[in-house]
């Protein structure tokens, strides 16, 4: 495979993106002999360099392949913090592609009216008029959709429950509701056996809605940047989380704080990993992922940053973070 970035009018997004025999033994870890066969198998002919197998073909590859995930639990990953541009929604959207390819059945519900996640994989049809979550926890009779009714396809082994400006007001609506906290809790319950990983992508704030998204996951990821404010409103965010504790008694989910942004060349940014590993070690993800511009770029095409640059800091982080996640749900 040609390691430097595609021009970016030949990369496809990540949504109809097609694999090469290189991009699989990357996936995989087959040799390239055994990749060859097995996707000359898929495509019944003969194959060159240039052959691809499309992600319709790709549960076939697996199959061929011999290849099985790693045996894990269902569960839920919540993407959190109350301070913006920490980038949560650019490791929730990247973290999903990268498990999806991999063959996890993969659900990403976006929380933040910005929408920043559901742009990522693709899916930039954000007016307000498009199903949200909103939709189902709120209304009453024929009002109220479904989970099923507003979840969209990006892949065979991604979807996506997308936002909208319309979660703005989801705040507001939930007001009227004494159940509200354990909404979205309750309405995840059916479906989540359906999907290997349903990850959820916060807005930042301490709203009801990520108090919602707080009590639903089995594994809340702080994600914070490597700088001052970062660090000093991650101490509220415990805070918020210790009287959920108290409130509900089940509420006892895996945390994991995620450091990102990380610049070696800058003081500030190993000061505060020195004292993220000081003060929340016990919490400290092994994957720091560091300030890369091919993650912005990547993001731009709507692609995976370990298609667009597969030996980028950034692809090196987003694999190490996914493969640290999954193996955390081991069974």
């Known amino acids: 495979m040609n390691d430097k970035k595609k021009p970016k009018s030949k990369l496809k997004a990540f949504r109809d993106h097609s694999f090469s025999p290189n991009q699989l033994v990357d996936l995989t870890g087959l040799s390239r002999s055994s990749v060859w066969r097995k996707v000359q198998a898929v495509r019944q002919g003969a ?34 913090n109350l301070k913006g541009g920490v980038g949560k929604s650019s490791l929730s959207s990247q973290v999903a592609m990268r498990a999806s390819a991999l063959g996890y059945k993969t659900l990403l519900i976006d929380l933040d009216p910005q929408a920043h996640a559901s742009l990522a994989v693709g899916f930039s049809n954000l007016d307000e008029d498009v199903p949200t979550i909103m939709d189902c926890l709120i209304g009453k009779g024929v009002d109220k959709k479904d989970i099923q009714e507003v979840i969209q396809e990006v892949t065979p082994f991604l979807s996506i429950i997308p936002a909208s400006l ?33 990850i959820l992508d916060t807005n930042p704030s301490a709203s009801t809605v990520n108090i919602s998204a707080y009590l639903a996951a089995d594994q809340l990821l702080l994600v914070c940047a490597t700088d001052y404010l970062s660090v000093t409103g991650l101490r509220q965010l415990f805070e918020i989380l210790k009287d959920l504790q108290h409130d509900f008694k089940d509420f006892a989910p895996d945390i994991k704080v995620v450091p990102n942004l990380f610049d070696v060349r800058e003081a500030m940014a190993q000061t505060s990993l020195g004292t993220l590993r000081q003060s929340y070690g016990e919490y400290l993800s092994h994957t720091v992922v560091r300030k890369n511009v091919d993650l912005k770029e990547a993001q731009s095409l709507s692609q995976a940053v370990w298609l667009y640059n597969r030996k980028s800091p950034a692809s090196e982080d987003i694999v190490s973070l996914t493969d640290e996640l999954l193996a955390d749900g081991e069974a």
């Open 47 to 80: 194959v060159s360099s240039k052959s691809e197998v499309s992600w319709n073909d790709l549960a076939e590859f697996y199959k061929a392949s011999g290849q099985k995930k790693r045996d894990s639990e269902n569960k839920i990953l919540v993407f959190a």
């Open 166 to 198: 319309s979660l703005n007001f989801l705040e507001i609506k939930l007001q009227p509701d004494h159940r509200r906290a354990e909404r979205l809790r309750s309405i995840l319950s059916p479906i989540r056996d359906e999907w290997d990983l349903i």
